[in-house]
């Protein structure tokens, strides 16, 4: 039996609806903000000089939301500190909180901003989203009051915590996340007792999200992607640029091309303290990014993406990091290696002699394999391979593995390691691989001025990182940038409750 017209409409309504809300698409935005910092002091400011502030930096992040939904964007990421800087001490920054609620009590601030405990700067965020039917994510400072029943309780009676928030374009509160992994110097900040893996779901595809220096750790970077198999990561970050392989552009594209996943990463604008650099980045590549030392301007960036990348018919192949290097033999000349520092770290290095050959650099249980050619080979510039593994960090270490064709700061070999942002060789080809002992391996490649290169190298099944037609820009850097997150030692500063 046929069904009657106004049931076969309804039907094809329903389905049309259904196919609107589940896009293929989405266009995503982040917003690199020039904070508006305090004054620097001890002393805690009233909680209208804090509003006051605040209101500054709201005014800004505003009118990109604005701009950013006139566009058609559906969502946007706002940085880490965004909203009042990070020039705080633990008093000074109490004025700034809010208290920050789970989002299972289904608020919007917006339409009903008494419900809870005064909270103007949560109410303004979820109008913002409101008003421009728009995500917006952005990271303030929650408060959660404690008592002596709690053997945790700072003395203060109160938890104080990094945090990013999430209004839906309802202006509804869908998502908070407690920072888990605080940077050193965050000491206004309490650690979560547990790790939170934050994940809500939208038209288009499943979100997780953390901030800055989780990305670095494995919980709950690793869990929401592996475990909880989110689409596409919100990263709010105040990312200090550290060359040779952590700047903000560098490390967040490679993450989500070894993660397979999209990165909204948002940064502050400081080049004082070396912030800059923020995208949007896909398992392919960087879709937009931005980075500029030489501005004090923050910068709106907007891309379409994925929303289901995983599904995508371009989306890359797993790939088993150690297969090509472990079936290899090393090449010769393994008597001409020296060691360097990158930063603390001692890499050991075999410098690149000629203007074509193949090399292999081993420390510890990692043997890095170099097949290259130069476009020109100058006597002004000096690369080497690079192998280290080991733990890395002063106060928190993590475990590192990693492989690097690397451009020295000067013909001096002392110089290698050191820091540099230029470069005038260009190479035919290369080929990188390394024995490494995880399969969550990061890759990247950098252009002279910090210049990503989309589109113009791939990483194999078998775990090589190779150029496809030569580099159209100088190099600073290819490197696999490789996590043993079962080898690091117990976090010194995080205490069990």
């Not at 266009?27 to 605040?54: K, R």
Request: aromatic residues 10%; charged residues 20%; proline residues 8%.
């Amino acid at each position: 039996m046929l069904p009657s017209q106004p049931l076969l409409h309804t039907a094809v309504l329903a389905l049309a609806v259904l196919q609107t809300l589940a896009s293929d698409t989405f266009i995503a935005a982040v917003y690199e903000h020039a904070v508006i910092l305090p004054d620097a002091t001890d002393e805690p400011v009233s909680p209208d000089n804090a509003l006051a502030l605040m209101n500054k930096n709201m005014d800004v992040l505003e009118g990109a939301i604005k701009e950013a939904a006139q566009q058609g964007a559906h969502i946007i990421v706002t940085p880490e500190d965004g909203i009042y800087g990070w020039r705080f001490t633990r008093e000074s920054i109490y004025p700034y909180l809010e208290d920050i609620p789970d989002p299972s009590v289904n608020w919007i601030p917006c339409t009903d901003p008494t419900r809870f405990a005064p909270a103007p700067v949560q109410k303004r965020l979820s109008c913002m989203a409101k008003n421009n039917s728009i995500y917006v994510v952005a990271n303030i400072g929650d408060k959660k009051p404690c008592n002596s029943s709690d053997p945790g309780c700072p003395s203060d009676g109160h938890y104080q915590y990094n945090t990013d928030v999430v209004f839906d374009p309802e202006g509804k509160l869908v998502a908070r996340y407690h920072k888990y992994n605080l940077f050193r110097g965050e000491t206004q900040f309490n650690y979560p007792k547990e790790p939170e893996a934050i994940t809500f779901e939208t038209p288009f595809g499943r979100f997780g999200i953390f901030t800055c220096f989780d990305i670095l750790f494995h919980e709950p970077a690793v869990v929401l992607v592996s475990e909880l198999q989110v689409d596409t990561v919100l990263f709010p970050t105040a990312w200090m640029n550290v060359l040779p392989f952590l700047t903000a552009v560098e490390f967040h594209s490679a993450w989500a091309m070894g993660m397979g996943v999209n990165l909204l990463s948002a940064n502050t604008h400081n080049i004082n303290m070396s912030m800059t650099g923020s995208g949007l980045f896909t398992p392919e590549g960087p879709a937009a990014y931005h980075y500029n030392s030489g501005t004090e301007e923050g910068r709106l960036l907007m891309a379409k993406l994925s929303a289901r990348p995983r599904l995508s018919p371009t989306y890359p192949p797993a790939v088993n990091w150690s297969s090509y290097a472990t079936s290899i033999k090393k090449f010769p000349g393994q008597n001409e290696t020296f060691s360097g520092a990158v930063r603390r770290d001692i890499f050991t290095f075999n410098e690149l002699r000629h203007k074509a050959g193949n090399y292999t650099v081993c420390q510890g249980d990692l043997c890095c394999h170099l097949i290259y050619r130069m476009s020109n080979k100058s006597k002004d510039e000096v690369y080497v391979l690079g192998a280290f593994d080991g733990l890395h960090g002063s106060l928190i270490k993590y475990h590192w593995q990693i492989c690097t064709l690397l451009k020295c700061k000067s013909t001096d070999l002392n110089t290698c390691g050191q820091p540099v942002e230029t470069a005038q060789t260009k190479f035919e080809m290369f080929s990188l691989s390394g024995t490494f002992g995880t399969s969550y391996v990061f890759p990247e490649v950098l252009y002279s001025e910090v210049q990503l290169a989309p589109g113009e190298f791939e990483v194999l099944r078998d775990g090589r990182l190779k150029s496809k037609h030569g580099t159209s820009k100088p190099l600073v850097t290819a490197t696999l940038f490789g996590r043993l997150y079962e080898k690091d030692p117990p976090h010194p500063l995080r205490t069990s409750p």
